[in-house]
């Protein structure tokens, strides 16, 4: 029998290494596991099959198609569909398991005139073959020290077969948009009467991971750019100038991101360790966040994330209407929530990712619920409560494919502030002009320096 001092260190060693346990490198997942991707599971890491029901099809990728310039998401064979029923305040307790909690509480707060429109589901989700064939790669090779540390990823997504919660959000942040691109993101805050102000900004970024044009596309490890960001506000005239430049990395705090922030009024650039987190965005008035743009971006060291498993759940897909230019800006803002009958909801499997804020690292949000499409690794949705526990935010992304690249993304994503009844709508190109996959920028493009001799002329 041991003594009661080598006892009580033994105890004491088992406590600090399960206290430090969650920062330790997490494994690859085995060979054995691995193999079922282009299987059972797509090489992406989605099931492959549809559901029992039959409501969810099997996975039936379509090919590369259309411009690199100048289209607009559409797919002719479901363009045209009409929707299969509606669900509303009266009948949502018949889908309340496959509702996010946003969703229910927009039923019940607008009985009257809030509802989803159902359609068909389709899951035509694809990808560049080199993506593909690296993301199988990295299954085996990927690894995830602690939640900010990704390393051993090539190309593809990191992390196909998920173990963690951070790691798909860790797909979510390094997924495939092509190599070089412009792009408006038009937004509004829209008050509860339907009034709405404008603002205008392009963004110019330049993707190095996730890069198949690129002979020398950088490994996913901390401290490496795996992409470059930079937007202009257009308008309104009060901000109009205001530029932001960000370099987004892997790691922790300030390591994860060195970002700058060009003013108008000064004249000059300078490091702005304040684009992060729960800071407002320039020029939203507080109804964006920083690490709300595309849904979720940067650190995730403020929460603890945990990996709660697959639902089957209604979200927005295939929305190639709400983000097209027949529909006008005016035509998406009403009373209380968006125009009702533009979006598009489908049955979609997702992983659900529920994030905890950690107490010495203070968040306006206590508690986020990610709702992650199992086929594009898109976040398409995220509950967000106040420190109280109660439900403040509703963030949704209306999932579109851009098949001239082959890439998924969110356009446009609405912010519900459930506090004051005003809502935010941003990433809307519809009056501009599509996303612009033809640029190329310059290596020094992203320079401080040079983003301040452009800005200053």
Known sequence: MKPKSIR????????????????????????????????????????????????????????????????????????GEKP????????????????????????????????????????????????????????TRAKLDGVDNASGALIGFPFPIPKTGAEPVWNHRVKFRGSDIRRFNNQMIVQPDGRFALTKIVEDV???YANIESPNAPELKPGADFLRYL???????????????????????????????YAPALKRIRRAPAVCCDNPYEGTDGHQFYDQVDM???????FTWKLLGKREIY??????????????????????????????????????????????????????????????WNVVAIDNYDQQGKL????????????????????PEVIYHLNSGRYFITAMTNED????????????????NNVQSRASK
Do not use: C
């Open 296 to 302: 979720y971006n940067g650190v995730l060291e403020r």
């Open 206 to 208: 330049t993707f190095s």
């Open 315 to 376: 979200i927005p897909y295939n929305s190639n209407k709400i983000a097209g230019p027949s529909v006008k800006y005016a035509d998406m803002a009403r009373p209380n929530h968006m125009n009702v009958d533009l979006p598009r909801y489908e049955l979609h499997r997702v992983w659900v990712v529920e994030a905890e804020n950690k107490p010495e690292l203070r968040h306006t949000f206590k508690q986020r619920r990610l709702y992650i499409d199992e086929d594009t």
């Open 8 to 79: 009580a260190a033994s105890a004491l060693l088992a406590g600090i290494t399960l206290a430090f346990a969650p920062m330790a490198a997490m494994a690859a997942v085995s060979e054995a596991e691995a193999a079922k991707l282009g299987k059972e599971l797509t090489p992406v890491g989605a099931e492959r099959a549809g559901n029992k029901d039959g409501t969810i099809p099997a996975w039936a990728p379509e090919a590369k198609r259309g411009a690199p310039k100048g289209e607009y998401p559409n797919n002719a064979k479901i363009d």
């Open 392 to 411: 403040m935010q509703f963030q949704e992304g209306h999932l579109v494919t851009y098949y001239n690249i082959l890439s998924h993304t969110t356009q």
């Open 84 to 139: 299969l029923y509606s669900i509303t305040a009266a009948n949502m307790a018949q889908y309340a398991d496959k509702l996010t909690e946003g969703h229910k509480e927009l039923l019940k707060r607008y009985p009257a005139s809030y509802k989803l429109n159902v359609y068909p589901s389709h899951r035509f989700a694809n990808f560049p073959q080199k993506v593909l064939d690296e993301t199988v790669k990295n299954a």
């Open 433 to 448: 002009q599509p996303y612009d996959t033809t640029v190329s920028y310059p290596g020094t493009f992203f320079d401080a």
């Open 231 to 261: 937007s202009e506000t257009l308008s309104p005239p009060r901000i109009a100038g205001t530029t932001i430049l960000v370099h987004e990395k892997a790691g922790f705090g300030p390591e994860g991101r060195a970002a700058w922030l």
